[in-house]
């Protein structure tokens, strides 16, 4: 069993900062990419923000210059940096990562998402 575990929502002022986490745990061999979407009522859920095994990175156009992802390796984390927070950023933010897992004596390729954690900016 693999699971994603998100943290670091919450009410914030326009122009201000938050920091997202998500921690992946269980059976897990490797993971390769990982991401951040958002989700809004009536919309479809949009990538933020990706980061490869290797470190590299992609933005939407709308978070560029002020989102920055990273991720520990060690850790299994992969983090959102939100800063210059807008009332358009608002929404649940879903971590999702590609990953190979055990099963039994071999190793399987998942997609797994977490709970979702709601970001709310206040203009």
């Known amino acids: 069993q693999v699971q994603l575990v998100e943290s670091g929502g919450g009410l914030v002022q326009a122009g201000g900062s938050l920091r997202l986490s998500c921690a992946a745990s269980g059976s897990i061999f490797s993971i390769n990419a990982m991401a951040w979407y958002r989700q809004v009522p009536g919309k479809q859920r949009e990538l933020v923000a990706s980061i490869t095994s290797g470190g590299s990175r992609n933005y939407s156009d709308s978070v560029k210059g002020r989102f920055t992802i990273s991720r520990d390796n060690a850790k299994n984390t992969v983090y959102l940096q939100m800063n210059s927070l807008k009332p358009e950023d608002t929404g649940v933010y879903y971590c999702?990562?590609?990953?190979?897992?055990?099963?039994?004596?071999?190793?399987?390729?998942?997609?797994?998402w977490g709970q979702g954690t709601q970001v709310t900016v206040s203009s």
């Open positions: 999702n990562a590609e990953l190979r897992y055990y099963s039994g004596t071999y190793t399987r390729l998942g997609d797994y």
